[in-house]
């Protein structure tokens, strides 16, 4: 986790941080897949990262919309510049709690939600992300797949290429979090 990253994530959580046990992201790995009639997009991302509080479920998790990387650099150039405007968004965000009750000292596999705000492209969008969580030998495994509609989150598509860029873009989501030293 860089620094800066762990800094915009505490500044996000601040309000609600007190002496309670902390996790913090150790890897992760964001996907998202495009399938459109000409040529399907997809990128891939191994710089998010998180923060969950143990002793009331609120977690935080930061994407820097710049560290998405495609196969094509051309299309790595649009997506940055044209489509999410990476210079003024910077980052995507989701700030929320997981909404079921998780005894975190016994390893397992839980099926969970977590509701928040997410956050991406300047617009907030209330969601519920549905996905998995699985404990084991005092680490956290969050994964998640989940589908973001471009238009909630007013990122506009040329009409010349329409065609090409899927309505709804599925998000894959594995993060491992341990405890923050």
Do not use: C, R
Request: hydrophobic letters at 40%; zero cysteines.
């Amino acid at each position: 986790m860089n620094s800066k990253n762990l800094v915009l994530v505490l500044i996000l959580l601040a309000p609600f941080i007190s002496f309670s046990q902390l996790y913090k992201s150790e890897s992760s790995y964001i996907k998202f897949f495009s399938e459109a009639p000409l040529e399907n997009i997809e990128a891939e991302n191994k710089k998010a990262t998180g923060v969950l509080k143990l002793d009331n479920n609120q977690m935080a998790i930061v994407i820097p919309i710049k560290a998405f990387e495609f196969e094509k650099a051309l299309m790595q150039e649009h997506f940055n510049e044209t489509y999410m405007e990476s210079d003024v968004y910077k980052n995507a965000t989701f700030k929320g709690f997981i909404d079921q009750k998780i005894n975190w000292k016994k390893d397992g596999e839980y099926d969970a939600s977590a509701t928040g705000t997410m956050h991406i492209h300047g617009v907030d969008q209330k969601v519920t992300i549905k996905g998995k969580l699985t404990i084991k030998d005092g680490k956290i495994k969050l994964e998640s797949k989940f589908n973001i509609s471009i238009a909630d989150y007013k990122i506009k598509i040329p009409s010349a290429v329409v065609t090409n860029i899927a309505e709804v873009v599925e998000v894959t989501m594995n993060m491992m979090l341990g405890p923050k030293q």
